[in-house]
């Protein structure tokens, strides 16, 4: 299972960045897919997920209302459109599947494979 991020970069506040994340070797028909970030001296947080059985997203309460998850099934890719950037949200971005998504967040012990990490740094 490969897992490929990308779409990083740097943004001025109140800007807005999408993040893709390509998978190969296991389908998001039936795999759950997470978001996670890890910012400069902080643990990994969980970001959002995704559902394989019906789509349905969970999100932090740190980006509820900002950040909005999607996939497209026929690519295999998941996204993460990025609003309303805050300097807070400056972190390395990792996707990773399968996991834990129906009550809300997974932790980063429960997934298993990862991708490289996309860097995003929201900075004037």
């Known amino acids: 299972v490969q897992l490929q991020a990308s779409g990083g970069g740097l943004v001025q506040p109140g800007g807005s960045l999408k993040l893709s994340c390509v998978v190969s070797?296991?389908?998001?028909?039936?795999?759950?897919i997470q978001w996670f970030r890890q910012a400069p001296g902080k643990e990994l947080e969980g970001v959002s997920c995704v559902r394989s059985t019906d789509g349905q997203t969970n999100y932090a309460d740190s980006v509820k209302g900002r950040f909005t998850m999607s996939r497209d099934l026929t690519k295999n890719t998941v996204y993460l459109q990025m609003d309303s950037l805050k300097p807070e949200d400056t972190a390395v971005y990792y996707c990773a599947t399968p996991g834990p998504c129906d009550h809300g967040l997974g932790y980063d012990d429960e997934y298993e494979n990862w991708g490289q990490g996309t860097q995003v740094t929201v900075s004037s």
């Open positions: 070797g296991l389908s998001l028909d039936y795999s759950t």
